[in-house]
């Protein structure tokens, strides 16, 4: 099914080129809309799903500009029209249960954290829950939106935001690096974009065929900050801590320093970063 057959409720202004099997997978990104400007592709992808007609499974949106992006807890996400990548990819885990719904982040974080890692090397994180961290800079992060039908997860829709090619970034928006800080040279969006939607698609299928033990394992490895003591807030409470776990259901596992383990969901921890 061809997207364009959904784009009629749209301002076709907005759309540069549709683009089919130019990636290696058997299905992300083989469906690939590149728009022009969109206030967030995670929006444009929600509002192709009211459609009658269904949209293919690894379906990827992809736009040069963002102009309303978001992050985890409604955080906005900044980014220089051009310069970075901004997409949203379908995927139709059914097979997958709601409690079950963090292995899903895990699988998208590695697939992004093993499309980088070659490129940028040993400094790279995964930092709970799913940003990508370089040092202690954010290089990117994703908003998976699940829609939840019958106990199983019938849709998600998969956010990614990775800063790539720009340079400044504006006051207050924390503490952002780019490909292009760290190599100091230009590095080409479409081959990035196609790195990461394999590796999306490869973590993905081991999620599909029950590998759950290698994704969790996987995933912690790679997390930013573990087993070293470092400094967290809660509750208005600044305290010292290690992580040391991550429940099956997505919780942070934090020993204390008076050897408490304590678990927190997103909204309940900061990292104070250096």
């Known amino acids: ?14 759309i540069i080129t549709l683009q089919n ?16 400007e969109v206030d967030s592709t995670n929006n444009f992808l929600k509002n192709l799903l009211t459609n009658s007609k269904p949209v293919p499974e690894g379906t990827v949106i992809m736009a040069e500009s963002q102009f309303a992006g978001r992050g985890q807890q ?33 699988a ?12 940028l090397g040993a400094q790279l994180k995964i930092k709970w829950p799913n940003d990508i961290y370089y040092a202690d800079k954010k290089l990117g992060g994703m908003l998976i939106e699940n829609l939840i ?9 998969v956010g990614i935001g990775i800063n790539v090619n720009q340079q400044d970034f504006p006051a207050g928006t924390g503490n952002p690096t780019s490909i292009r800080q760290i190599l100091h040279e230009d590095y080409d969006l479409r081959t990035l974009l196609s790195e ?22 996987a995933y912690l490895n790679r997390l930013y900050w573990l087993n070293e003591p470092q ?30 383990e304590r678990e927190f969901s997103l909204k309940e921890i900061e990292f104070l970063n250096k």
């Open 231 to 260: 400094k967290f807030k809660a509750q208005n409470e600044v305290f010292a801590g290690t992580i040391i776990n991550v429940k099956e259901t997505g919780l942070l596992v934090i020993k204390n320093n008076n050897n408490e």
């Open 74 to 106: 409604e955080n906005k996400w900044h980014s220089e029209p051009g310069k970075n990548l901004t997409f949203s990819v379908l995927l139709n885990p059914a097979f997958l249960g709601v409690l079950n719904q963090f292995d899903l982040t895990r």
């Open 1 to 14: 099914m061809n997207v364009f057959d959904f784009l009629n409720v749209f301002e076709l202004n907005i």
């Open 21 to 36: 099997n130019i990636f290696s997978g058997l299905f992300v990104g083989q469906n690939l809309l590149t728009l022009k």
């Open 149 to 157: 039908q019958g106990g199983q997860i019938k849709n998600s829709i």
């Open 196 to 217: 990461i939607c394999t590796h999306i698609e490869a973590y993905y299928l081991n999620l599909k065929a029950g590998k759950i033990v290698f994704l969790r394992n």
């Open 108 to 119: 998208i974080s590695l697939g992004v954290y093993d499309a980088l890692e070659p490129i």
